[in-house]
């Protein structure tokens, strides 16, 4: 398990439709955090990321606002890392 951390910026839904490959996809909710990350010369890089949320109503309030939430990795493929909100996790308040 892994605690990613970062200033939630938005909170969106995602109309679904068809992928290129003619797959039906449904509408999905969606979080973007902000958040620093470490580069190997000592830099810092600010990183946007989106996620996949089950319910909207946990994050709306969270706008504009320092949070952390359990997120779990896979890599479906060399060089390709998808993260994921745990399932049940919820954001909470942080001070990064």
């Not at 973007?32 to 600010?46: F, K, S, T």
């Not at 709306?60 to 949070?67: A, C, H, P, T, Y």
């Not at 939430?69 to 919820?90: C, E, H, L, R």
Request: no cysteine.
């Amino acid at each position: 398990m892994l605690k990613l951390s970062g200033k939630v910026v938005n909170v969106f839904t995602q109309e679904g439709g068809q992928g290129k490959d003619g797959t039906e996809y449904s509408e999905r909710h969606k979080v973007q955090l902000m958040g620093e990350r470490a580069l190997p010369n000592g830099d810092i890089q600010m990183d946007l990321m989106d996620l996949t949320i089950q319910d909207l109503s946990d994050w709306n309030d969270m706008e504009g606002k320092d949070v952390s939430i359990d997120i779990g990795a896979f890599a479906p493929s060399k060089g390709n890392i998808i993260y994921f909100v745990s399932k049940g996790s919820k954001p909470q308040l942080s001070a990064y």
